[in-house]
């Protein structure tokens, strides 16, 4: 079986890099010119003068770089210390695991979900698109059909990935009769508050729309004995900690806490001190970013952006495009354009309503969409099969915002292709 692994040469060293920049003299297609066939433009870098690139905005360019090569070796197969069956889950529960065609768990479903069941607080540390919202799921699910006048709450950072959650949650719950509310922004709050009369056994949503029903007094949270908190170093990044803790203050103390993380940061450290009780910490992060994701850069000064970006989405194998931004204006006005080229391409950002997110993601999932234009809101938490590339346009503010930007392709066994615009 063939794998994926980064190319074991001098070029792996940023002293060793230069990316080819467009030629200032002489013909297009000579030695030190760029051919106008798309294949030429981004070819990205040459071995044979090594020249340092200055950072940009504090990256290291050369960390968007790891090429993937076929290699002849064998993968090292994960053989998991449990089967689903070993967990003795609810047969229901069982049922729908295997109809979704689970055969064996993931490491991080294979590592968490016995302590999730055996009540302990856990601190999750996984790369992305490696089974997480199961791995907490499946024995929450368990935990609610041995008891369901419990609650468990589950805060995640963006809406999309409040949804996702809760088709994840559906998916396995349909036939237990276990029923959920999304409470996100941009949304009915009245729908929401309706929904929220009835008895779910499962609140999900964003800490903002959460602690906005909180001070109506329309959600209380009495019920809950187990919470969860998704992506929590990106909630703190967004400034929700103050709301995080606000809520957790008026859970009782006595709940089951879980904590996911793609790292260990001191503000995280903290927020795990504060609220859990003696946490198991599980980490099954092999490299930050996935072996079967092809990194490079598209070096665009003197080119036309656009024009590049264009040239780029005609190319054959890029057929499904996720293109990040910076900032909401820059995001619409990049769509804008690409629709004026011909381009099917949509945007998601947070000036956008839930409805009209929810039909831009709709359209990229069924391939109605080509390049879908956002923010990073879009980094982290959406699965979408079939990304064959992402772009940055914009570079992101950190290297952490890049690992999950481009987290968003190669995803399970598929592979591919993430490329960042520098100049």
Do not use: W
Request: glycine residues 6%; proline residues 5%; positive net charge.
């Amino acid at each position: 079986m063939k794998h994926i692994i980064p190319e074991p040469d001098f070029i792996s060293h940023p002293m060793y890099k230069r990316f080819s920049g467009p030629s200032r003299q002489g013909s297009p297609s000579g030695p030190h010119g760029r051919s106008n066939q798309a294949r030429g433009r981004f070819s990205s870098y040459n071995r044979s003068s090594p020249k340092r690139l200055a950072p940009k905005r504090g990256l290291n360019i050369s960390a968007f770089i790891n090429k993937a090569v076929e290699t002849k070796e064998e993968a090292q197969s994960f053989r998991p210390e449990h089967s689903f069956a070993d967990f003795a889950l609810h047969p229901i529960l069982s049922r729908a695991i295997t109809a979704r065609g689970y055969d064996q768990p993931t490491p991080i479903q294979d590592k968490i979900i016995p302590r999730i069941l055996q009540g302990l607080d856990v601190v999750g540390l996984a790369n992305t698109g490696t089974g997480k919202t199961a791995a907490f799921l499946i024995p929450l699910i368990n935990k609610a059909l041995a008891n369901r006048q419990e609650q468990v709450l589950i805060l995640a950072p963006t809406r999309e990935l409040a949804l996702q959650i809760e088709q994840e949650f559906l998916s396995f719950a349909k036939a237990a009769s276990l029923y959920s509310v999304v409470c996100v922004g941009g949304a009915s709050m009245g729908l929401q508050i309706r929904k929220l009369r009835l008895h779910n056994h499962f609140i999900i949503g964003t800490p903002g729309r959460i602690l906005d029903l909180m001070r109506r007094n329309v959600l209380v949270l009495d019920k809950v004995r187990a919470v969860v908190l998704d992506e929590a170093d990106r909630m703190l990044d967004m400034g929700f900690i103050n709301d995080i803790r606000f809520v957790l203050n008026h859970v009782p103390e006595k709940r089951h806490m879980l904590c996911f993380s793609a790292t260990m940061s001191p503000s995280i450290r903290a927020l795990v001190n504060d609220f859990l009780s003696s946490p198991v910490v599980i980490s099954v992060k092999t490299q930050e970013t996935p072996k079967s994701i092809d990194q490079d850069v598209v070096h665009v000064r003197g080119l036309n952006k656009i024009d590049a970006l264009h040239e780029l989405l005609s190319l054959e194998d890029c057929k499904k495009a996720l293109i990040f931004g910076r900032t909401k204006h820059g995001v619409e006005k990049l769509c804008s354009q690409l629709l004026q080229r011909g381009i099917k391409a949509d945007s998601i950002h947070s000036n956008k309503s839930q409805s009209q997110r929810e039909r831009a993601l709709q359209g990229f999932k069924a391939n109605k969409v080509q390049a879908l234009i956002a923010t990073d809101i879009a980094a982290r938490g959406l699965d979408i099969d079939g990304i064959t590339h992402v772009i940055n346009y914009e570079l992101p503010a950190t290297y952490e915002d890049y690992v999950h930007r481009i987290g968003r392709t190669g995803r399970g066994t598929q592979k591919g292709k993430a490329l960042t615009f520098v100049e």
